[in-house]
């Protein structure tokens, strides 16, 4: 009787977490992406660099970096646009004249409402820019604005200095152009003019978007699109695999093998996102140029793009990819030469007493402490391959891997080189690198350094109208810096975005900016 | 009779079986330990040795874990890391084991105020989840291994400290005590003389079967980059830099995970066999059948 009861139990326990689990897998169907539920496309996008660690709590442009998030996911468009070979085009504009130096006339395009139902014209645009100047330090002090009038469709900017390329900061995503008197949620949720509209935000979680049935440039294909916040590349690889997502941006180079094949497509393309060390010259180590010189000859960036990127890029010598006149090989930087690092480390005295493999100088470590962050995959990769390559001249390099490292890099005792990962041409223009991590007045220029020579061409190029001759400029001013070892430049990015293969129109973009758009579909 | 006998011999070949065990685990531990001990001279390649060129070969002749994604060998860093895991475990458990067993010992033998401090400390570190206080400690210490030893001793040692004061208020009471203490033997002289030897079996016996949680413990804090440092080869650290790549190049996550299975196994094995071995019905039975 015993074992009839138990037996019967035993039958009923099944039966619950037999019919739990169909549940369970109901539910998970509804909540992955289908691409058609009840006859609505959905689209779910899975991004590491959507969140508060990269600057993009939200997609309010006027927020720190939250203007990337505003663009690329649809949301946000700017005055003027990058095309594929990166030149400047209207797309909010229709047309730009640049009156003299400090006046510039743009004439706005007819038929644009935002998602607020608000039309855009030049007051619009007008309150939309001065709000930026007003909120954003970086916008503020590349743009230069002094007067703004607007005139029906006709916007002019006066400038306090001359912007040779106000245009090209006109197309940064700071640039989105959305209705100010519509204002910002508390989630921060703006009213832009692009294919999509935001309906709901989570920090760090996901985006809601729906489509903008007013879109002035075609109609949007898809009616719903989830943006997931997926800080691990491992999450991200099981959530494309199980379908839980559509497509993937920032998958970890480990998981390629297994998209590569007719379920899925991938989209590449090189970008001026580069890996680069910024030395510290307040550091008693990094502010030795020889110290400096043996870091540039002993990190192997052949073997980290070949190995550790699986091919996803290519060694960098200057600032520049290739894809742009100042870039690529116009300059030239110490080659990876692991003997030669230490012939020079020998010669300005840097030498091993105590044979524990560390040299030592005037009673000083060889000790590199390398400051880096974790939300670029490649980061971490960087550091130890450098961690060994170096430790091979005579170097003890200890790596600090944080998240915090806005707030430590600011502490000049706290490291002695600073990896991370900048678009160095975000504008198409060559100013933007410099002045924001190469002069006395660059705020990303924690490590102290100064060049008079970088100072007078730096000066140059912010009067210099004429784009060759600021191309010109922009390949001294790298050879400035390069000569001086003050960053070392590890290598370009190829970007690339997985998706299935019922997935259209999703397209990488050599500025990194454009993601979801108008042309994106799903079968 | 015939019954009596069966049960007499059943009970002989079970205590024969547990002693058998016993020895077994012991000597797979022992090996276990020389093997760490010795790992830096097994080694067929410096384990820290980066070689692109060989990068995620599989397990093969050459490299018989194969190689991670810098072309390190596998083989080497798991025996290196071997060294650093169950050394770490072992000295947090003989840490936490004095500490708690001494605190405890002591609260429980003065009573009174001390006692009653010393456990509301007890009841507080209790009180959070240890792991994720663990954590939050060697955050602020800032990782490491060394940190992640002290984060994990901070929070461990309650339960020494419960278990040896218990077992202490049990023995205080005993006739051999209040003679001992007749005698005017000085308190530290009770403790160590006379309550500390005869507790612990039990607090031995507990320490063994934590060396295998503590293990997982200092590898789930590496595992969360609080533990060792690059290129530091230890399991825990080893298997979260290789966690993209179980589906792709899962030796690099295998290995050191198998590792990790291996040791926590015999730890506890050889910590469950020991209990069955000094349980007092095991030991009458022992006794009697001397």
């Known amino acids: 009787m015993k074992k009839k009861i138990m037996s019967g139990l035993l039958i009923l326990v099944l039966l619950i977490v037999g019919i739990t689990g169909c549940g369970s897998q109901q539910r998970s169907d509804e909540t992955g992406s289908s691409g058609d539920e009840e006859g609505q496309k959905t689209f779910v996008f899975g991004d590491t660099t959507f969140n508060a660690e990269n600057g993009e709590p939200d997609i309010n442009p006027h927020n720190d970096n939250s203007g990337w998030a505003c663009i690329r996911y649809g949301v946000g468009e700017t005055l003027f646009r990058f095309n594929d070979e990166m030149e400047m085009e209207p797309w909010l504009a229709e047309s730009c004249e640049n009156v003299d130096e400090y006046t510039w006339k743009i004439v706005l395009r007819e038929g644009i409402s935002f998602t607020s139902g608000r039309v855009m014209d030049a007051e619009a645009v007008k309150e939309c820019l001065e709000d930026l100047v007003k909120n954003h330090p970086r916008a503020a002090e590349n743009l230069s604005i002094a007067e703004i009038t607007a005139e029906d469709m006709t916007l002019t900017i006066r400038t306090s200095i001359p912007v040779p390329a106000l245009i090209n900061y006109l197309a940064d995503p700071y640039g989105c152009i959305y209705d100010v008197q519509a204002g910002v949620t508390e989630e921060g949720i703006v009213q832009g003019t692009g294919p999509y509209r935001a309906v709901s935000l989570t920090t760090d979680s996901e985006m809601e978007l729906v489509k903008n049935e007013n879109y002035w440039n075609g109609e949007p294909k898809i009616d719903k699109i989830t943006v997931r916040t997926i800080s691990d590349g491992d999450t991200l690889t099981m959530a494309l695999q ?97 003997e030669g690092a230490k012939q020079v480390l020998e010669e300005a005295g840097w030498v091993d007493t105590d044979g524990d493999g560390i040299r030592e100088k005037d009673g000083t470590s060889l000790v590199l402490r390398w400051l880096t962050y974790p939300s670029r995959q490649e980061q971490p990769l960087l550091a130890e391959s450098a961690q060994a390559t170096l430790g091979e001249i005579g170097f003890q390099v200890e790596i600090n891997n944080t998240a915090d490292h806005n707030r430590i890099r600011t502490d000049s005792d706290a490291w002695d080189i600073y990896v991370s990962a900048m678009v160095t041409a975000p504008t198409g223009d060559p100013e933007y690198f410099f002045k924001y991590h190469c002069l006395d007045s660059s705020s990303n220029n924690d490590g102290h350094y100064h060049s008079d020579r970088l100072e007078e061409l730096a000066q140059e190029m912010a009067k210099t109208f004429d784009a060759d001759k600021r191309a010109e400029l922009a390949i001294q001013m790298q050879k400035v810096i390069l000569d001086d070892n003050a960053y070392v430049f590890c290598s370009h990015l190829r970007m690339s975005m997985i998706s299935k293969a019922n997935v259209t129109g999703l397209t990488a973009h050599p500025c990194d900016y454009y993601e979801i758009t108008v042309d994106l579909d799903i079968e | ?217 200092i590898a789930a804090l590496s595992f969360l980059g609080l533990g060792a440092k690059p290129p530091t080869a230890e399991w825990g650290s080893m298997m979260s830099e290789g966690r993209s790549m179980l589906q792709t190049y899962p030796w690099v996550v295998l290995t050191p995970g198998i590792g990790i299975f291996i040791s926590v196994a015999l730890f506890n094995l050889l910590g469950d066999t020991l209990r069955d071995y000094m349980d007092p019905r095991n030991r009458r039975e022992t006794v009697k059948n001397s």
Request: include cysteine; proline fraction near 5%.
């Open chain 2, 1 to 217: 009779m015939i019954e009596r006998v069966k049960n007499r011999l059943r009970k002989r070949s079970g205590k024969n079986r547990i002693k058998q065990r016993l020895i077994i685990f012991s000597v797979l531990v022992a090996l276990l330990l020389l093997l760490a001990l010795f790992s830096e001279k097994l080694c067929p390649y410096d384990p820290a040795q980066q070689n692109f060129a060989i990068a995620l070969e599989p397990p093969g002749p050459a490299h018989l874990f194969g190689t991670d994604r810098y072309g390190r060998d596998m083989l080497s860093r798991v025996l290196v890391g071997a060294h650093i895991s169950i050394f770490s475990a072992l000295i947090l458990v003989a840490v936490i084991t004095a500490a708690g067993s001494l605190i405890g010992v002591a609260a429980g033998y003065a009573g009174g105020k001390l006692d009653a401090v010393v456990m509301r400390i007890s009841d507080i570190c209790l009180a959070f989840p240890g792991l994720i206080f663990a954590l939050a400690i060697a955050a602020v210490l800032n990782g490491g291994v060394e940190n992640a030893v002290i984060a994990l001793a901070a929070v461990s040692w309650p339960k020494y400290a419960r278990l040896s004061r218990s077992q202490t208020l049990a023995v205080k009471q005993s006739d051999y005590i209040q003679a001992a203490r007749l005698a005017g033997n000085t308190p530290v002289q009770m403790i160590l003389r006379h309550i500390l030897p005869n507790i612990m079996g039990q607090i031995l016996v507990t320490a063994m079967l934590d060396i295998g949680t503590m293990m997982m413990e």
């Open chain 1, 242 to 338: 199980s379908g839980e997502i559509d497509a993937a941006y920032g998958m970890p180079y480990a998981s390629y093998p297994l998209f590569e094949n007719d379920n899925y497509t991938f989209t590449s393309c090189e970008t001026s996102r580069v890996f680069f060390g910024a030395m510290n010259f307040e550091s008693p180590v990094t502010s030795d140029p020889a110290v400096r010189k043996a870091i540039a000859m002993g990190i192997d960036k052949e073997g980290f793009v070949e190995t550790l990127l699986g091919g996803n890029g290519y060694p960098a010598a200057g600032v520049y990819p290739d894809n742009v006149s100042f870039g690529g090989d116009v300059v030239s930087a110490e080659s990876y030469d692991p």
